[in-house]
């Protein structure tokens, strides 16, 4: 793996950083929130360590600004010395996707920083995705339908992505929950919440809705405009 660590505690930072680089892993670091947002932004990693003390921006503006101005969705595993249950609530809030409380043991980091890769997809899509009049760049983030560009937020970018993998396939609610939220999911209406958000910006920007519902199955993304929804 390809990870980051925004740490500012130097030792911390490079017991991480010589851990993670002995077991074969490419480790950059910033011992700021907005060095390590820059390279967050610039460079593409498959996991981030980010601390929430930061000086300059906290960890919880930084993963704002991945997650909402970037649309950045790399995996964050967030470190904080309180273990308190409303510093984890704002971490997820802000769009973390795991949570560390120090003093904590290497491997179980390293162990997350996997399953968080994993349940990611486990790599970096760089092929443009094209259905019909649709296409998703993973590279630039930029969604064009019937040449309109289209604004996504994070979550629906992640589930337009998941059903443009395979163009005609019907996903089950369960797989487009797991691709998406993982094992994190809010409630059981989250999943239609978004595909009515989704639907309703294809819409307005192609003319028309390419995402079919399937009923008593799932969802699809088919190539015409003669979609039963």
């Given at each position: 793996m390809r990870v980051l660590i925004i740490e500012d505690?130097?030792?911390?930072?490079?017991?991480i950083y010589d851990f993670l680089s002995a077991r074969g892993h490419a480790v950059d670091a910033a011992g700021d929130g907005v060095t390590g947002l820059h390279l967050a932004v610039r460079d593409p990693f498959d996991a981030i360590v980010l601390d929430i003390g930061l000086p300059g921006m906290d960890g919880i503006k930084v993963c704002e600004k991945l997650r909402v101005e970037a649309h950045i969705e790399t995996p964050v595993l967030m470190l904080t010395a309180r273990d308190l249950l409303q510093d984890k609530l704002q971490g997820f809030d802000c769009g973390a996707d795991d949570y560390l409380v120090k003093p904590f043991a290497l491997k179980e980091l390293e162990a997350r920083l996997i399953a968080l890769h994993k349940r990611s997809g486990g790599r970096v899509t760089t092929k443009t995705l094209v259905a019909g009049d649709l296409s998703l760049d993973p590279r630039t983030l930029e969604i064009r339908f019937a040449k309109a560009p289209v604004k996504l937020t994070p979550k629906c970018f992640r589930l337009l992505e998941a059903l443009m993998r395979e163009p005609g396939r019907v996903f089950s609610r369960a797989e487009l929950e797991s691709a998406v939220w993982g094992d994190s999911l809010e409630t059981s209406d989250?999943?239609?919440?978004?595909?009515?958000?989704?639907?309703?910006?294809?819409?307005?920007?192609?003319?028309?809705?390419?995402?079919?519902?399937?009923?008593?199955?799932?969802?699809?993304?088919?190539?015409?405009?003669?979609?039963?929804?």
């Open positions: 505690d130097a030792t911390i930072c490079a017991n989250t999943l239609r919440s978004h595909m009515h958000l989704l639907r309703r910006a294809l819409a307005e920007s192609g003319g028309y809705d390419p995402i079919e519902t399937v009923h008593g199955l799932g969802y699809r993304v088919v190539s015409n405009a003669s979609v039963q929804t």
